[in-house]
Every structure is written in structure tokens, then in C-alpha cells.
């Protein structure tokens, strides 16, 4: 399969991604103020948890764009890795850190403080979407283990592992923590790579072997595609009887991590079964994909306050509002801004 083929996977499924992303915080304000017991909420509940798959496939992503090509070319020095990675992904993270800091002060949320500003950078809390990147800049800095793990180990011995380390992570950290340290508290268990270890080492094995991967995702694809409705309809289920009905469901994160390992692979056998032609607009959606990432809440808490000041009170108006202006001021601000660098790094042509 030639590296086109392979980017033009990779880059249906980012795009897909990034819009559930969206879709997934806008969610947020409905969610907020709508009556827990109500129809309107369940649906709206429901349908963000089916988009948290997003997340967890930008780590897979990560992890085969990681491996891809190490079978025939190798790989980047370190250093220019780290270099690109500091420059096309954490430099950018800090800027935005930084707007959306300069906003909140601005609007009165809470004063200037630079002991503030550099913590929230550190811990990936000013936003809800930051978390991510703290995340991922673990996984770029342990680039070294990633990278050997699978040449050295199998996908059968890897996998099992990494999700039990996942479930210990994701669910049980504080437990964990609290039996090591007594009275220990950790708060930002989702900001641990280990959280999301089997998407990641699972993107890795998938892109160490890529043409393997394709033919087992085509033979298997019947089967991803039944696991992964069925566990889509017992997420649902199982999250309306916890978060409307207020029953205890102990159960429910693993349910939904299980609906997460099987959407992954269902969608890129879907997206590799019946590939998309993606227009130019669509490509330069893709590779804007990441800013968009960076400051959709910000396009987000800015309507929130104009709908406020608006007097649009109306749930369903505002919400339908807020996606149509997030979707498209997002998208469009963050090409802009990329076609104007592309336009000053341009150089000049010297007139003779």
C-alpha cells in the first residue's frame, strides 16, 4: 500500500475525530443545565459518550503515524523528532494557554498571575481539551520505549498487558495510591499516559506491521463492526439507567472502554473498506485539525457569554447556535491562520 493510501486513512479518521471532539463540548452547556431525569439530557449524555472515542483514537492515530514507515526508512534522529514535536505541537499548546489566559483576565474569570499562567501550562487545566496534550507529551518524551516495544514483543503479549495497566490507571489510580501513600489524593490520573497506554501501544503495533493490520482489519471487519454496535448500544444503555435513572452502575467505564477498543478498529476498517475522496477544503480541514483542537472552548465560552448578554436562554436555540458558530468560526480561523503563515514564510522575491 503506497504512503498516500496510508495518509489518506489516517487523515479521514483525524478529521472524523476532530469533529466529534466538537461536537462532544458543545455537548457541555446542555448537559449542564438540563434536567437530569429529562429525555432531552439522556440523549444529549448519550451521544457525548459515543464521541469520547475521539480521544482515544487521536492516541492510536498517534501511535501508527509513530510506526508506520519503520519498516522501510529509519527512523528520525531524536533530536529532530523532539525539535518537531516542540514546534508543531507544544509551542503552539503554550501560545494557546497563554490567548486563553489573556481572555479569562480580560473578562474578570481571575487575576493576572504568572505563577498561575505557568502552572496551568504545567497541569493542562485552564481547558478541558488540554488534558490531552500533557498526555501526549509524555508519550513524545518516552519516544525511545514506544519505538522498541513493538519490534521487540508481540501485539498478543503487548496488548494484554497495556489494557490491564489502562483499567489500573483509568479506574483505580487513587485506590492504588492511597494503599501506597495513606491520605493521597491525585487529581489528574486522566493527564497519565498510562491512562491510554492501548491505544497508543496498539497504534504502534498497528503501524510496525501496517499491510498486516489491513488484512486482519478486512477479515475481521464483520465482527469489530457487530462488537462494536453491541457495545455502543450497552454504553448507551447502561448510561441512561446511571445517569437518568441514578442507578448504581459499577460496571459502566468498562463497558465503555470495551465500546472504545472495538469503535477504533470497526471505523478504520470501515474508513479503509470504502475510502472517502476528500476534497481540498476537507484536506485543509485535516491539517488545521490540531488548532482547531487548541481553541474550539475558546470559540465555545465566547458564545457562551454572547448568548448571556444576548438573552438567549433557550437550551435547544443555544445549542444549535453554538455548534453552527463553533463548527464554522473554528475551522475557518484556524485555516486563516495557517494560510497566513504560509504567506510570511514565503520568501521574498528580490526585484532586479
Not at 466529534?20 to 452547556?29: I, K, P, R, T
Request: include cysteine; charged fraction near 10%; glycine fraction near 6%.
Amino acid at each position: 500500500m503506497s504512503v498516500q493510501k496510508r495518509r489518506e486513512e489516517l487523515t479521514t479518521l483525524n478529521l472524523l475525530f476532530c469533529l466529534m471532539v466538537l461536537w462532544s463540548h458543545c455537548s457541555g452547556h446542555p448537559i449542564t443545565v438540563l434536567d437530569h431525569s429529562s429525555w432531552q439530557y439522556g440523549l444529549m449524555i448519550s451521544l457525548q459518550r459515543l464521541t469520547f472515542v475521539s480521544v482515544s483514537g487521536f492516541f492510536f492515530l498517534s501511535g501508527v503515524k509513530l510506526t508506520l514507515n519503520s519498516a522501510s526508512a529509519p527512523p528520525p534522529p531524536l533530536g529532530r523528532y523532539w525539535a518537531k514535536r516542540w514546534k508543531g505541537i507544544f509551542l503552539p499548546y503554550l501560545l494557546a494557554v497563554a490567548v486563553y489566559y489573556v481572555y479569562f483576565v480580560s473578562h474578570g474569570y481571575f487575576s493576572f498571575s504568572l505563577r498561575d499562567l505557568a502552572g496551568y501550562m504545567i497541569r493542562g487545566d485552564l481547558s478541558s481539551p488540554f488534558y490531552f496534550v500533557i498526555a501526549l507529551a509524555q508519550f513524545v518524551l518516552l519516544l525511545p520505549l514506544f519505538r522498541w516495544l513493538p519490534r521487540r514483543w508481540s501485539p498478543s503479549v503487548l496488548l494484554p498487558i497495556s489494557l490491564g495497566i489502562t483499567w489500573l490507571s483509568a479506574l483505580y489510580c487513587n485506590e492504588i495510591l492511597g494503599l501506597l501513600i495513606p491520605g493521597a489524593h491525585f487529581s489528574y490520573n486522566d493527564r497519565l499516559f498510562t491512562t491510554y497506554l492501548v491505544y497508543y501501544v496498539g497504534g504502534c503495533c498497528a503501524g510496525q506491521n501496517y499491510p498486516r493490520f489491513l488484512e486482519l482489519l478486512d477479515r475481521n471487519r464483520p465482527l469489530l463492526t457487530a462488537c462494536a454496535l453491541i457495545f455502543a448500544g450497552a454504553d448507551l444503555f447502561f448510561s441512561w439507567k446511571f445517569f437518568v435513572g441514578g442507578q448504581s452502575v459499577s460496571f459502566l467505564e468498562m463497558i465503555h472502554t470495551l465500546y472504545q477498543l472495538t469503535a477504533i478498529p470497526a471505523l478504520y476498517a470501515l474508513v479503509v473498506r470504502h475510502p472517502v475522496t476528500l476534497s481540498p477544503l476537507a484536506r485543509r480541514m485535516d491539517r488545521a485539525s490540531f488548532l482547531v483542537y487548541l481553541y474550539h472552548s475558546l470559540v465555545i465560552t465566547w458564545f457562551n457569554d454572547l448568548a448571556w448578554q444576548l438573552g438567549i436562554s433557550r437550551v435547544s436555540v443555544q445549542f444549535l447556535l453554538r455548534v453552527v458558530t463553533v463548527y464554522t468560526l473554528t475551522f475557518l480561523g484556524a485555516m486563516a491562520w495557517q494560510w497566513m503563515l504560509s504567506r510570511a514564510r514565503r520568501p521574498i522575491p528580490l526585484k532586479i
